[in-house]
Each structure stands twice: as C-alpha cells, then as structure tokens.
C-alpha cells in the first residue's frame, strides 16, 4: 500500500492531477468559510443545531457546515445533484432526451448544458427559500430589497461556482468531482463530531464510536464490490483471414445497483412534512403529523424504510435496462449460457437483478436507520453529526477514487492498491 502511495508521486501526470485535486478541495473548504453579509450567524447555528435531523440539518451536512455560518458556499452541491438526478429520470421518460442521449459526446454535452441551467434554477428557488424561512426566525438582520438581492445573488454564484469545480476535477483531476465534493464536506465534520463525543460522554464511547465505525465500514465495502457474474459467451466470427470473438467475458450486477441516490431520494420526500409544519399555521393536526415524522418515531423509521426500498428499484431500473443489455449481446452475436437471446435474456437478467436489489435495499435502510437509533436511544453526539448516508458517500467515494488511481498505475506497469500489475 505504501509503495502504491509512492508510485502515485513517481508519474507526473498523476501527481499533478493530485495536487490540481487537492487545491480544489482547499478553495471549496475555504468558501465555506467566507460568510454572506447581513446574517446573524449566532441565531442561524442555534436554529441548525435544532434541526439536525431535518431539511437544514441535512443541507449542513452536505454543504461542510456551509450553511451555519451562512457562507457563500451555503447551498452546497445539492442543486446540481438534484438536477442531474432529475435529468436521468427525463432520460427515461422523454424520448427526445434518450435519443440524445445515446448520440454520444454531443449529446452529451447538450445535456451537460442544461444540467447546468437548471442547477442555477434551483440554486436561486432554494436561497428564496431560505430567505423567507430565515426571516420568521430573525436570522437575516435587515429585509431591504438591496440586502436580500445582494443575499440571493451570492448564495447562486457560490453554487455556480461549486458547480465549475466539481466538473473541473472530474476533467482535470482525479476522481469524480461532484462526489468528491461531497466527501469532503462529510470529512469535514468528522473532527468536530469526535470532540462532542470525546466531551459529552467521554474517550471510551469515542472508541466504541470507531470501532462501530471500522466494521461499518468493512461491510459497506463488502456490499459496494459484492457483485453478481452473468456470463456471457460470444460465438466465433470469420471476416476475411481474421477469426472474431469467441471469448468469454460476463455482465457485473451489484448487490446495490442504484448507490446513495435511494436514500437522498427517501430523506427528499421525509423532509417535506417539516418543510411544510413551518409554513403552516400551527395546529393539533399539524403538529401530530410532523411529530409522527421525526427521526425518532417508528412511523418515520418504516416508512423510511420504505421509500428506500421503493426508491432502490425504481433507480436501478432507470439506470439498467435489460432489454438494451439483451439487444446489445445478441448484436454482437452473444448470448448467455443456458438463455435463449432476445426476450428471454432481458427477463433473465431482469430476474437477477430484482432478487439482488431487494437485501442491497434492506442493507442501505440498515445504515441509514443504525445511527439515527443511536443516538435516540443512546444519545451519542457523533451520529448528531455523522449519519450512515455519509459513511456510505465517504466509503464509495474512496472506493471510485483508488479504482481510477489503480488503472492510471497499471497503465503505467506499476503496482496498485488492490493488485499488482
């Protein structure tokens, strides 16, 4: 491992993609520090303390503590999550956009473009929102039009501006940007969250914290690379003097096809009964239901679990079509042993992959819930701060980043983190 780390340093093509990389880190975490003007920051931490297990706390979370202090960077990368998800789901459902889709790096590139705008869309509904939202709380010190202007045009061009680094270092550097991001953000609270343990309830519950953490994060692992081999064999060609295929190779199937976005799509859906509470006139009603859907109620936890569920086999089959798979075996004159090409193929596959979607479902409500019936329960401050949602992005993130940095090293006939070459 160590001598993989000094390879990494000994190509410099690698070494300059590092270092590009971690001076994108640096300029994003130092933008989450640069507070917009006008805010009472003090008001606006005591308010996201309150709602850690909400809509705001989750945004914090994902923004590296941007959204506390009210920093340019307090949107975080959310809004270009949100509208790239959205845009596969359009893919889907638009045939125009798949039809794009399919036409390459142009097509590509079109999509690309109005990701872009439609992030710069939701980036400015979601700084209006807050702004109403902040006003009830008397976060925002003054309400005249150029102090809320000035507000909203930061909050947008710091989400602009998030936007440009990630697809810079998803060009430039190593790994995939937005994703990166994200880790970041989540790593960043780390520290802090093992001072409020190491404070609150001591050094051995923090050692009882990583040792949770260490075996978390060995099965996530374990679930990330478990996969399932669907052999296919392709039949022999003869073009002129050349004899084609004739090799076997086989189609991975992961035990959790559809990632994080599950969860982010399940936690969207949770949060908006508390989005609605605030804007509501308070009542019996109101306050039974958004007491029903806090973190710590066996309601928000089942149908929690639900949605995860539901959500994990809707986006793996947005994201893998059997049927495109079957078409494309049987045109380059594939099939799979024992499976007539064509329909029955697309059922075979699609078959395996609902059986495997359901425990990789299951497994992704396990880690979400565990920390959240931590700290209920046990009232452990580091599952405050650090949910199994960002363990998992943390896990997944390093493992992308060491599968790029593994190939780049093999290209170059070193030895890697997992192999050799």
Do not use: C
Not at 80 to 86: E, K, L, S
Not at 122 to 130: D, E, F, M, R, W
Not at 149 to 154: A, D, H
């Amino acid at each position: 491992m160590l001598e993989a780390f000094r390879n990494l340093f000994r190509v410099p093509e690698l070494r300059k993609k590092l270092i590009f990389t971690l001076a994108i880190l640096a300029i994003y975490r130092l933008g989450a520090h640069i507070v917009v003007p006008g805010v009472n920051v003090a008001a606006l931490k005591t308010f996201i303390s309150t709602q850690a297990g909400g809509v705001f706390g989750f945004v914090d979370l994902f923004s590296g503590g941007a959204l506390s202090q009210f920093a340019i960077f307090a949107l975080g990368i959310m809004p270009y999550i949100t509208a790239t998800i959205v845009m596969q789901l359009l893919t889907v459902i638009v045939p125009k956009l798949e039809q794009m889709a399919k036409e390459g790096e142009a097509g590509q590139k079109k999509m690309n473009q109005w990701i872009r705008y439609m992030t710069v869309g939701l980036a400015l509904v979601q700084s209006v929102g807050y702004v109403i939202t902040f006003k009830s709380n008397k976060i925002i010190t003054s309400y005249d039009p150029r102090t809320v202007g000035l507000i909203i045009v930061t909050l947008v061009a710091g989400t602009t501006l998030i936007m440009w680094l990630a697809e810079l270092i998803t060009e430039k550097g190593i790994g995939n940007g937005m994703s990166l991001l994200i880790a970041a953000s989540i790593m960043s609270r780390l520290p802090i969250a093992g001072l409020k343990t190491a404070s609150a309830s001591g050094p051995l519950v923090l050692i009882g914290v990583i040792v949770l953490m260490i075996v978390v994060t060995g099965a996530i692992v374990a679930t990330e690379v478990g996969q399932r081999k669907i052999p296919v064999q392709y039949a022999k060609r003869v073009v002129g003097r050349k004899v084609y295929g004739g090799q076997m190779t086989y189609i991975p199937l992961k035990i959790n096809q559809a990632g994080v976005v599950p969860i982010i799509f399940a936690v969207s859906i949770m949060m908006i009964p508390s989005i609605v509470y605030q804007f509501l006139p308070t009542n019996a009603v109101m306050k039974a239901v958004s007491g029903a859907f806090t973190p710590s109620s066996w309601i928000y936890m089942l149908t929690y679990t639900l949605l995860i569920v539901v959500f994990a086999y809707f986006y793996t089959a947005v994201t893998f079509n059997p049927i495109d798979i079957s078409e494309n075996i049987q045109k380059y004159g594939g099939f799979i042993p024992g499976v007539r090409p064509g329909k029955p193929t697309a059922q075979y596959l699609d078959n395996i992959l609902t059986r495997l979607t359901l425990p990789g479902s299951l497994f992704l409500a396990l880690i979400a819930l565990v920390p959240s019936l931590i700290f209920t329960f046990l009232h452990v401050e580091f599952f405050k701060e650090i949910g199994g949602i960002s363990i998992l992005i943390v896990v997944g993130v390093a493992l992308e980043s060491m599968r790029q940095l593994e190939s780049q090293l093999h290209m170059r006939n070193y030895e890697g983190f997992f192999s050799k070459p």
